[in-house]
């Protein structure tokens, strides 16, 4: 909905003193100082019990014997939770598959899974107790890797494809035919904050819960489901999180519902924070998947044919991963016109843990799957691997998706012919070939790729956002809206929008904690939707309060509302001024609502997923990297040397919020790509559960040099004052560090012959592609 008058790209109240400025993130001095609070820094109600988590002992068996007796008695221990204690429903599935259950009941179906949970008087007797239970499950065939479970027939859903011309066809009558497999890592989402819920009983059996989540509805509703009482009768809030990257989007409720059982059984306040390794082995990951592809290429360099196929391993359950498999397709293409394209998804239910939502829900895979065909494709051509990327890039009678989307905002060639002069690409090429020539031990590569990302949630009914502003009688503002902080800014940009809405200080907006009391009924903070969302949904409720104040301002000192303009903490009406203060006191005194509800809903988008085709995406946000590395032939380490990058933000509402984000999302991508590797043993047990065995990137690990450069532009649709989402396209500008290791070992090979790189490319990854090439295997 939006206001008649409201326009997204401008102020109509005065000078934007707030919006396009680089202000600092709300909570910049807490998070330094120490002082920001987390779930686990909330002082706890007197008398709050502490619960843990007991898992499975194997991937996959029906229970045999439960014998809990000893973590009863044990020290400290208040009572013992089974999926028997809970009075609603045994789920905590996000899309109401039923296939999640708080705790398992009669069968287990991966190594870890919640069981049973201890409510002590400590945590760490809570934690100790749990060590105690005498577990037997009896023993099945287990599906660990997506090529059992494709062999066994075992799928979470239906398989699904977008498909456009005739592939096969035009792989056929293509001149230069390859083909291949990619097998594409996983990744931990690592917030720096675990996986936390405090729970307080209240009158009337309601409950109040205070998560670390992203989704706060969904929180209160998995909480009323398992407790078996209303919607209304669960509050649920954040203030902020430590870190969520995807994890805490569905994966939240299950601890939620936890502590709030533990509350209700025993009617005092519970809390529950998972350890480290217990969080990496219970919660979900980004999802890994193999795709086999093969492309077809003309004599001129333009692809006409490619076909992948990914296998993604699901884990057990649903959770999110239809969703995130069909964005998977979605950003096969990436920034790639291909006349004939397939790009089919299987997903396959295999006795892990089960895989959620990630930053880039689902499109990096797509889109690290393509530049490796790209790069596989240039070394089989003898071309440079930029001139075939801009020679394949969506264009003027080239500008439809697989999907029937047309490319209405193309800037892809614009952004990558920036970059390529920004980095000194062609020069610094032609140095890396004299280095490698001297040089045969460390050598270097070097690599340019682009990325199309498309914004809106695919699943349609989510994109819709609330907010609630209040203006208090001394001129101070109240905000409150559905989406959640978790360190990247979206409070700050929503908070700049609304103090410019009113002409006033950014420093008069009050920041408040998410909660479901106060906007009901939220979409999750995902998508990179944010502020697209929650900042129109503000300004609305911000709008129709000044649009008040306005016609009070013209009735009271004689003049017309749609003179009225709010500027420098005063409204001005003719040749008049009145503070804003003021005013806001006099209204209140003459009975003008000061409190509005706004409510704001994507337009123009659709998808019919049974056709595969429609406008899934409100617009797309665009971006490259050049990524220059240097790899040591004899033991497969490596290092990223340089990085440059242009990125489309639109007209940025908050360059330091943006560019720390673009750095931050980079390096995240970058730790997936090249050292952060997940485990499993053939009895389906994780491990890498601990930072021990779990390499996230670290200070040392970013790029000595450094450069990030936002694109001057403007969002062609009628986003919030014409800005870009942020939140999840950059991971995807750390395929440039893929395709540079890349690079750099195909010089080792000649032409016809494949680099066999997969991801993560680890130092070992790297390693076995160089002796494979050196033993001449293909």
């Known amino acids: 909905m939006m206001l008649s008058g409201l326009d997204p790209f401008d102020n109509t109240t005065g000078e934007l003193r707030s919006v396009r400025k680089a202000v600092r993130h709300d909570s910049a001095e807490k998070h330094v100082s120490g002082s920001a609070l987390y779930v686990d820094d909330v002082g706890a109600p007197a008398g709050t019990l502490h619960v843990a988590v007991g898992g499975s002992p194997k991937a996959r068996g029906r229970i045999a014997r439960l014998d809990l007796e000893a973590v009863r008695t044990a020290p400290g221990v208040v009572t013992v939770l089974t999926a028997a204690d809970i009075p609603g429903h045994n789920d905590v599935s996000p899309v109401g598959t039923g296939d999640d259950p708080v705790l398992a009941d009669g069968d287990v179906r991966f190594h870890g899974q919640p069981i049973f949970a201890v409510v002590a008087e400590t945590r760490d007797a809570a934690r100790r107790a749990t060590r105690l239970a005498r577990i037997e499950i009896e023993d099945a065939e287990a599906h660990l890797s997506v090529e059992t479970a494709e062999a066994a027939g075992s799928r979470i859903s239906p398989d699904f494809e977008i498909v456009r011309g005739e592939p096969a066809e035009a792989f056929d009558g293509a001149p230069l035919r390859l083909s291949g497999t990619l097998a594409i890592g996983g990744q931990e989402h690592f917030y720096l904050e675990g996986q936390a819920a405090l729970a307080i009983p209240q009158e009337d059996g309601d409950m109040y819960v205070l998560s670390s989540t992203q989704h706060p509805s969904e929180v209160q509703k998995a909480v009323a489901d398992v407790l078996g009482i209303a919607i209304n009768a669960v509050t649920s809030e954040v203030r902020r999180m430590g870190g969520g990257f995807g994890g805490k989007e569905s994966q939240a409720g299950q601890w939620a519902c936890l502590a709030a059982l533990a509350a209700r059984v025993t009617g005092r306040p519970c809390k529950l924070r998972l350890d480290r390794d217990d969080d990496m082995i219970m919660t979900g990951k980004r999802h890994d998947m193999l795709a086999r592809w ?84 240039a070394h089989a051509l003898g071309l440079d691997p930029f001139d075939l990327r801009t020679r394949n890039l969506y264009g003027p009678d080239r500008d439809v998706t697989p999907y029937g989307m047309t490319v209405f905002d193309n800037i892809a060639p614009e952004v990558m012919a920036k970059l390529e002069a920004m980095s000194n690409y062609r020069s610094r090429r032609r140095m890396i070939a004299e280095h490698n020539e001297a040089a045969p031990i460390l050598r270097k590569g070097i690599a340019i790729t682009p990325v199309k990302f498309g914004i809106s949630f695919t699943a349609t009914h989510l994109n819709q956002a609330g907010a609630l502003v209040h203006v208090y009688t001394d001129g101070s503002v109240h905000l409150n809206h559905g989406g959640t902080e978790m360190g990247q800014g979206l409070f700050i940009k929503v ?45 609305v409720a911000a709008a129709r309060i000044r649009e008040r104040l306005a016609a009070f301002a013209a009735e009271t000192y004689d003049g017309a509302a749609e003179d009225v303009r709010f500027r ?76 440059d990058i242009v990125h489309d933000v639109g007209k940025s509402l908050n360059p330091a919020i943006d560019i720390g984000q673009i750095e931050g999302g980079f390096v995240q991508g970058m730790g997936w790509l090249t050292t952060e590797e997940l485990v499993w043993d053939d009895e389906g047990r994780l491990r890498t559960h601990a930072p021990s065995t779990y390499k996230i990137p670290t200070a040392s690990d970013v790029p000595a040099e450094f450069n990030v450069h936002l694109h001057d532009g403007i969002n062609r649709e009628e986003a919030i004052y014409g800005s870009k989402a942020v939140g999840e396209p950059p991971l995807m500008l750390a395929a440039s560090v893929h395709s540079a290791i890349f690079d750099a070992i195909a010089g080792l090979a000649p032409s016809d012959t494949q680099i066999p790189l997969d991801a993560p490319a680890s130092p070992e ?4 592609a160089i002796t494979t090439i050196r033993e001449g295997r293909r």
């Open 294 to 377: 093969r492309v077809g290429v003309g004599d001129d360099g333009l692809l006409r044919a490619v076909d992948i196929t990914f296998l993604a391993r699901c884990g057990f359950s649903t959770d999110l991963s239809d969703s995130v498999v069909d964005r998977t397709a979605f950003h096969t293409d990436n920034a790639y016109f291909v006349p004939n394209i397939a790009a089919r998804t299987k997903r396959m239910r295999t006795n892990t843990v089960s895989n959620t939502a990630f930053r880039g829900f689902g499109g990096p895979q797509g889109i690290l799957a393509i530049e490796h065909v790209m790069d596989q494709t």
């Open 495 to 539: 908070a700049q929008v609304v103090a410019d809405e009113f002409g006033i200080d950014l420093d008069r907006v009050k920041i408040t904690a998410t909660t479901t009391g106060k906007v009901p009924n939220t979409a999750p903070t995902a998508a990179s939707s944010g502020t697209d969302l929650n900042a129109m949904a503000a300004r």
């Open 568 to 643: 420098d903490n005063q409204v001005f009406v003719g040749n008049r001024s009145v503070a804003f203060t003021d005013l806001a006191r006099q209204a209140f005194m003459a009975r003008v609502s000061l409190s509005s509800t706004g409510f704001y809903r994507t337009p123009k988008i659709h998808w019919d997923r049974k056709k595969g085709e429609g406008r899934p995406f409100f617009y797309f946000a665009y971006g490259a990297a050049c990524s220059e590395v240097t790899i040591d032939t004899l033991t497969g380490e490596l290092r990223v040397d340089r990085v």
């Open 765 to 768: 990854a790297i390693l076995r």
